[in-house]
Each structure stands twice: as structure tokens, then as C-alpha cells.
């Protein structure tokens, strides 16, 4: 049986309107106009996200070579030179895209290092670098810490390879070596990825010591200006936040000031705890319980918790 031969299409049909698709001309000269208006506007562009991406991942395998690096295991020596090298090369092409683009851009840049040889891609580069080694220790102090901390790990590698708390660390720690060098964007951009991979958000700024665990992870927030000890150990839903924004007189903003709280070594905050405020001191060795909102300073060695609910049971319908 032959198939029925379907109707033209007539040229007056929709067949000759002009795709959705395609932008007029009018569409892309209002993104135009838009676009020159803006105030941060640079003639040079961001770091790429890819790069970036790639040099996170090739730290990584460096940091911790016998799990991550291909070919460690047989030829360590020529693989840490190929990756050293790769991610030397992704790291300096990051360096030079965030300070031209800084250069360029009408915002504020805010360094905390004042010295001309940090103005030279290849010379922060080398003075990261330089810092590997200390890096490399402090995080395997955050994973004996994690496996210390949690009975259901297996082995340290297992933390390394798995654990969201120990990735968040590692990409803070990162960010946080590239912020004290001065450099813009990548120390944000590094911990908003790991913020999105996770669901932890730590800002590069945070001041963190060794042994840092954060257990199970999702919607932990450290802010900017923290300072925590050594040994701290956070839980899922943790806050440590601002509980306000300075202002000047004209109404703006005060950057820079503590905000955030201080938590004094070996301290344990539970589950969905907020502690807020930059004059805000928990003192060593203390325990926040779950549910706790804090605002005020704690001697050491103190427990605070919430009243414990009473349950009620009733009959259903």
C-alpha cells in the first residue's frame, strides 16, 4: 500500500514566519546599550570557570597523589612533574586574568598584603606554590580530625574520597592561601563552586586552624570574618553568621569589620545551631547543642542547649 503524500506547506504559513529563536535586531541593541551602561564594566574578562575548575582538580591530585593523580603508583616522580606543571600553567593564566580584569574594572578590590611583587602573575604563582607544602600538611590534620571524629569511617582515604565536609576544607583552604596573597575573584569564585558541589558555604576570609571537621555538611555557613581554633567540629545546618550590618552616616556599608563569631579550640556545634555576631566568644572546649541560636560570649568548657520539648500524643482524626 503506498503512503499518502502529506500537503505542501503553503508559503504564506508558519513555515515562512521567522523563528522564535532568532533575536531581532532590536532585542540585541537593548543588550548593547545595557551593557555599555555598566559601571563595573571591564575591557578584559573574568577567569574562565573551566580553568578554574581544572586547577581546582589538578590541586587536588597533587595534595593527595596516592588517591587522585593517575600514575602515582608506578611512576610518582613524572606524574607529580606533569601535574605540577599543568596546574602551574592553569594557575598563573588565572593569576593574570583576575588582575587585568581588576586593573580595568571600576569596583573595589580588597587586598590585605601591600607589596609590589604581588602585582606580577608569575610571582604570586610562585609564592602559592611555595605554600603546597603547608597546605598539603593542615588538610591531612582536617582528615585524621574527620576520621578521629566519625565512627562509620572506615579508612582516611575513604574521608578523602567521599566526605562533602573534607572537599568544602580543601577548596576553602585553597582559597583562602590565594586570598592572603592578594589576589581578586579566584578566592570567591573557588569557594562558591565548592559551595555549589557541597552545599557548604565557607567564604574565603574565614580565619580556620588545623583539625577542622564538618560533619555530613549540607547547609553549613561560616562568614567572612570568623575565627575558629583548632579541632572545631560542625554539623549539618550550622550558622556562623553576622547578626548586623554596620553602617556609616551616609548609609553605606562598613567592609571590614568582625562580624562574625570566635570559636576558641575544640569546640563541638550540633546540628541547625546559629551563632551570631562579631563579638560573640565561644570558649574552648564547649558544646552548642542542636536548635541553639547564640548571641552573647561563653566561658570555656560550657554546654548550651534549648529546653528539651515535650512530646504530646493524641488520637489521628
Known amino acids: 500500500m503506498s503512503r499518502p503524500v502529506p500537503e505542501s506547506v503553503p508559503e504564506s504559513g508558519p513555515a515562512s514566519q521567522p523563528s522564535p529563536d532568532v533575536p531581532s535586531p532590536q532585542q540585541t541593541s537593548r543588550l548593547l546599550a545595557a551593557a555599555a551602561s555598566e559601571t563595573t564594566r571591564s575591557s578584559d574578562p573574568l577567569p574562565s570557570q573551566e580553568t578554574l575548575i581544572e586547577f581546582a582538580e589538578g590541586l587536588k591530585r597533587l595534595l593527595f597523589p596516592g588517591i587522585w593523580l593517575p600514575g602515582f603508583q608506578t611512576s610518582p616522580l613524572p606524574a607529580l612533574e606533569q601535574q605540577l606543571r599543568e596546574t602551574t600553567i592553569h594557575l598563573r ?25 604581588l602585582t606580577d602573575p608569575q610571582k604570586l604563582t610562585d609564592r602559592f606554590l611555595q605554600f603546597l607544602p603547608h597546605l598539603q600538611s593542615i588538610l591531612q590534620s582536617d582528615v585524621a580530625a574527620a576520621f578521629d571524629g566519625d565512627p562509620a569511617a ?4 575513604e574521608i578523602i574520597a567521599c566526605y562533602p565536609g573534607i572537599q568544602a576544607v580543601l577548596v ?21 563552586w565548592a559551595h555549589r558541589e557541597t552545599g ?9 586552624g ?15 570574618t570568623c575565627v575558629i581554633g583548632a579541632g572545631v567540629t560542625l554539623y549539618q545546618g550550622v550558622t556562623l553568621g553576622a547578626w548586623s550590618f554596620p553602617r556609616s552616616e551616609d548609609g553605606q556599608l562598613i567592609r571590614g569589620t568582625k562580624r562574625h563569631p570566635t570559636l576558641e ?29 547564640l548571641s552573647r560570649s561563653v566561658p570555656p568548657r560550657t554546654v548550651v542547649t534549648i529546653e528539651r520539648p515535650t512530646l504530646q500524643f493524641r488520637k489521628a482524626g
Not at 593564566?93 to 611583587?117: E, F, G, M, Y
Not at 592561601?177 to 578566592?187: A, H, Q, S, T, V
Open 172 to 192: 576553602y583552604r585553597i582559597a583562602h592561601g590565594l586570598l592572603e596573597l592578594g589576589i581578586p575573584y579566584l578566592p570567591r569564585m573557588l569557594t562558591e
Open 93 to 117: 593564566q588565572l593569576v593574570t586574568a583576575s588582575l587585568n580584569h581588576a586593573r580595568s574594572a571600576n569596583v573595589r578590590i580588597h587586598s590585605t598584603r601591600a607589596d609590589a611583587d
Open 210 to 224: 588545623p583539625r577542622f571537621f564538618i560533619d555530613h555538611g549540607t547547609g553549613v555557613v561560616v562568614g567572612e
Open 265 to 293: 579550640d575544640d569546640v563541638i556545634v550540633y546540628s541547625n545551631a546559629s551563632i551570631l555576631g562579631g563579638t560573640t566568644v565561644v570558649g574552648s572546649g564547649s558544646r552548642i547543642g542542636s536548635g541553639v541560636t
Open 154 to 157: 572506615k579508612t582516611p582515604d
Open 200 to 208: 557548604i558555604d565557607i567564604h574565603p576570609g574565614a580565619q580556620i
